[in-house]
């Protein structure tokens, strides 16, 4: 899960720089201009809606290339004037760039359409790979859980038959057995998030040194966020595990 939050924590970064570049005609009416702006803030998923006069991004490329602008001048100016489109979501790209191709006043519409299309690629996989590795874990833990109420009921075998007998219902029976493996998954959940939470603080003060400009998931998301989810998850695995192991010596 920690894994999974800072993929998604960096992508989110990735995300925020995708953006739509709506190049505008030399010739273009301001009516039309204004129209254009405005039909782009109606889009789903647009965040925000920025104008680049044709001075303004001569400047812009200037600082960020100089050679891209060597032998131009404010008259002798190539870049023409723009929309930078703030998205919401790099999905939204596709259907804004095809909304827009027609209108009147607009040259060309760039996009990074490859760099969405690896991002989307890249959460699906995670979620797939995030829902299967949940999938085994839990397994993982209803098996040793049971095992270990087994061999507790096992010990036990002859006062439970004799409860039966003397006419105690099966959930009179079951419930001390349930408390203890809810207590097991209470514990082991606890136990994970401590060991969790120092070898991550260890892992993010060494990242943070190594790396500056990386961004690692804060260490407090564990005590915040993870161990509240770990907690409960790891009481109701125990109990249910533990009502799974019951079933067969509840049968006399």
Known sequence: MLVAANINKGISTVQDKVEL??????????IDQREIEIKLREFDGVKDVIYQSKEEEYNNIKATNEGLVQGYTFQTNPFPASFTVKLEAPEYAA??????KDFEGIDTVGQQQELV????????????IGIGLFAILVGVSVFLIMNTTKLTVYSRRREVGIMKFVGATDWFIRWPFVIEGMVIGLFGSALAC???????????????GQF?????????????????????????????????????????
């Open 21 to 30: 570049k709506v190049y505008l005609k030399d010739d273009i009416k301001l």
């Open 95 to 100: 259907a804004i760039t095809d909304g827009i």
């Open 117 to 128: 299309d690896k991002i989307i690629k890249i959460v699906n996989g995670i979620k797939i």
């Open 194 to 208: 401590g060991v969790l939470y120092f070898a991550y603080n260890a892992l993010v003060r060494w990242a943070t």
């Open 212 to 252: 500056l400009f990386i961004s690692l998931v804060p260490t407090s998301y564990i005590l915040s966020t993870l161990s509240g989810q770990f907690i409960l998850g790891g009481i109701v695995v125990g109990g249910t595990a533990s009502i799974i192991a019951l079933r067969k010596f509840l049968i006399v």
